[in-house]
């Protein structure tokens, strides 16, 4: 099955900084990438995702980037706010399977 | 904007008591999920549902699990016999399509003593 690695665990950036957020996956058979941002006690909730067609996808502060071959990708968020403050998960959908595989998730803290 | 929701968000039980938990996904979705988050951890996979069964099911999703579609809007999750380590917030998703976006509950927070 499909087995998502996310790194680093924990990031903390002040505010107006970048994030980056990297996860690698090992089915080659994913064609589906999802990010999830959960706040504390909240759903996750869908923020951006990305399919094995496109290299990179952007929606303003956020954007994603996919390198199939190496089996990664990756979440960027530019000029943090407080608000970014959560967690964030990266997921994989193998083209023929229905789950999501989930990472480990990556607390961020954006520093006023 | 619809939203899956979810009920209780909070439930208590004893060890060996059976729960059920509910959900009344997105109504033009056809494709159902739960999953489950233990305190801390990652968002693993339970089972996903389609057409009326079963369409994969994870390792965790033993005989004490079972989901059911009782009527057009609801969505359940049942665990027969609860044991300590089934304490964890379980989330419900429902899809449109297998291929798209899942888009997932507020959770119950299962709390078994």
């Known amino acids: 099955g499909e087995n998502v690695e996310q790194h680093p665990s924990t990031l903390s950036v002040q505010e107006g900084d970048s994030a980056v957020i990297k996860c690698t996956y090992s089915?080659?058979?994913?064609?589906?990438f999802p990010w999830y941002k959960q706040e504390l006690g909240k759903r996750p909730q869908l923020i951006i995702d990305?399919?094995?067609?496109?290299g990179e996808k952007k929606d303003q502060r956020i954007a994603v980037t996919l390198n199939k071959t190496a089996k990664h990708f990756s979440l960027h968020i530019t000029e943090t706010q407080p608000e970014d403050s959560a967690v964030y998960f990266c997921?994989?959908?193998?083209?023929?399977?229905?789950?999501?595989?989930f990472g480990a998730g990556t607390t961020v803290t954006v520093r006023a | 904007e619809p939203e899956v929701t979810q009920t209780p968000s909070h439930q208590v039980t004893q060890m060996g008591q059976e729960v059920i938990l509910r959900c009344v996904p997105i109504?033009?979705?056809?494709?159902f999920y739960w999953y489950r988050q233990i305190l801390g951890q990652k968002v693993e996979f339970l089972v996903s549902?389609?057409?009326?069964?079963?369409?994969?099911k994870s390792e965790i999703f033993d005989d004490q699990f079972s989901v059911e579609r009782p009527d057009g809007s609801n969505f359940t999750l049942k665990i027969r016999s609860t044991k300590l380590e089934d304490s964890a917030m379980y989330f419900c998703?429902?899809?449109?399509?297998?291929?798209?976006?899942?888009?997932f509950g507020p959770g119950t927070r299962l709390t078994v003593l």
């Open positions: 998703a429902s899809s449109a399509d297998s291929y798209n976006e899942q888009f």
């Open positions: 089915d080659s058979a994913s064609n589906y």
């Open positions: 990305i399919r094995s067609n496109v």
């Open positions: 997921a994989a959908n193998p083209s023929n399977d229905y789950k999501l595989s």
């Open positions: 109504s033009n979705h056809l494709y």
């Open positions: 549902f389609y057409n009326n069964e079963i369409s994969e």
